[in-house]
C-alpha cells in the first residue's frame, strides 16, 4: 500500500499519538528512523507516523513507499508541504494531518527508543501537560577518540536542551490554539524555543526523562561550525518575540569578543591610514589574542588530532566575522535592536 495512499479504515480505532517527521534530502537516515519508530512497544493501531517531505523529492517518495510495503494500513503516511520550506513548514504540515490528540515530533536523524511513544504517553496522562519534553542522548561515534571533536560537543547540547522538536510531544489542540510553528523560522534553529516560550504562555510544559531518542553526531564537511553561523539569523527574530526569556535562557549576554574582533580589524586599516601604525599595530594583536583565546575555549575539551586542530584554528578567526554579519543581517530583516 503506498505511504500517502487513504490514511485509515474509518472503522479502524483513532490513534492515540500521531508522530510527525519532517526530513530532507536523507531518505537513508530516514529509514533507520522509521525502522526505529516500526518498533515500538506501543501497538502499531494505536500511532500514526507522518512523514514530511519538504525537499518533495521522489527518491524519499518511493523509499517512504517502499518501507510502508507489509506495515500495518494507515502506519505510515507520506506528506509533501503545499508551499513554503523548511522544518517548520513541514511540522506544521504534519500535526495539520494528524488524527490524535496528541502530536509526537522528531527528527529523520535520530533513533527512537522502543519504549519511547508508551513513556511520552504516560507522562502527558499523568498532569495537565501542554506539552512534555522527552530524553535526547548522543551516542559517541564509533571512530571517536577520547575527547570530543567541536562538531560532537555541539550536538551534545541536544542532552541538556530544556525542549527540542527532535523528543517532544504536544496537545493538537494547543498547537491548534498558537497555530503552530512560526513559519519564519526557516531553517532547524530556535523554532522549537520558540514553541517552547509560546506554550508555557498557555499551560505548563513537563520534562520526561523515560521517552528516549538518540541524536547519533551526523558525518560533517570541514568548516560546518562557519555554515552554522546563519543560524545566527534567527537568534534575532526569537529574541524580537521573546527578549527577557532570551536573555535568560537562552543568551544571557551578547558575544562582546566577536564585536571587538571585528571592530578591532576594520579599524586598523584606518589607523594605518591615518598615520598610527603602532596602533594600527596594537589593535590587530589584540584582535588576534582574542581570536587565540576563542580557540584555547574551543580546543581545550576537545581532541587534538592535527585535522581538528587546524580546523578550529581557521575557523575560529572567521566565525567572528560571519556571526556579526548574521546577527546584524537578522537585527536589520526582523527590525530589532538585537546584538
Known amino acids: 500500500m503506498p ?183 526557516r531553517r532547524a534553529w530556535r523554532e522549537d524555543s520558540d514553541l517552547q516560550f509560546r506554550l508555557e504562555a498557555v499551560g505548563v510544559v513537563g520534562r520526561c526523562d523515560a521517552a528516549i531518542v538518540l541524536h547519533p553526531v551526523r558525518p560533517e564537511r570541514w568548516g560546518v561550525s562557519l555554515r552554522q553561523q546563519k543560524n545566527v539569523f534567527y537568534d534575532a527574530l526569537l529574541y524580537r518575540k521573546h527578549p527577557r526569556a532570551y536573555r535568560e535562557r537562552v543568551h544571557p549576554v551578547p558575544p562582546w569578543d566577536y564585536f571587538a574582533v571585528v571592530a578591532l580589524v576594520l579599524t586598523a586599516p584606518l589607523l594605518l591610514l591615518a598615520g598610527a601604525p603602532v596602533t594600527a599595530g596594537a589593535a590587530l594583536l589584540i584582535a588576534l589574542a582574542l581570536i587565540a583565546a576563542f580557540a584555547w575555549r574551543r580546543l581545550r575539551t576537545t581532541t587534538r588530532r592535527p585535522a581538528h586542530v587546524l580546523e578550529m584554528l581557521a575557523t575560529s578567526a572567521l566565525i567572528p566575522f560571519l556571526a556579526v554579519y548574521w546577527r546584524l543581517r537578522g537585527a536589520w530583516h526582523f527590525r530589532v535592536a538585537f546584538v
Do not use: K
Request: hydrophobic share 45%; with cysteine; glycine share 8%.
Open 3 to 185: 505511504a500517502d495512499a487513504p490514511q485509515r479504515d474509518p472503522q479502524a480505532r483513532r490513534p492515540r499519538v500521531s508522530v510527525v517527521v519532517p526530513t530532507h534530502g536523507r531518505p537513508a537516515l530516514l529509514l533507520r528512523c522509521l525502522q526505529a519508530l516500526t518498533a515500538q512497544t506501543l501497538a502499531p493501531a494505536d500511532y500514526e507516523i507522518l512523514v514530511v517531505d519538504d525537499e518533495r523529492s521522489d527518491v524519499t517518495h518511493a523509499a517512504v513507499e517502499a518501507f510502508a510495503i507489509g506495515l500495518q494500513p494507515g502506519l505510515l503516511r507520506y506528506l509533501r508541504a503545499d508551499s513554503g520550506h523548511g522544518p517548520a513548514v513541514a511540522r506544521n504540515t504534519g500535526w495539520r494531518a494528524a488524527a490524535a490528540d496528541v502530536v509526537a515530533f522528531t527528527d529523520d536523524d535520530t533513533i527512537a527508543d522502543p519504549g519511547w511513544l508508551d513513556a511520552g504517553l504516560f507522562a502527558m496522562a499523568q498532569g495537565r501537560w501542554v506539552a512534555v519534553g522527552g530524553r535526547v542522548l548522543v551516542p559517541r561515534p564509533d571512530d571517536a577518540d577520547e575527547r570530543p571533536t567541536d562538531h560532537e560537543l555541539m550536538t551534545r547540547g541536544l542532552e541538556t536542551a530544556e525542549f527540542v522538536t527532535a523528543n517532544a510531544f504536544v496537545r493538537r489542540a494547543a498547537l491548534q490554539l498558537l497555530q503552530g510553528f512560526d513559519e519564519r523560522f
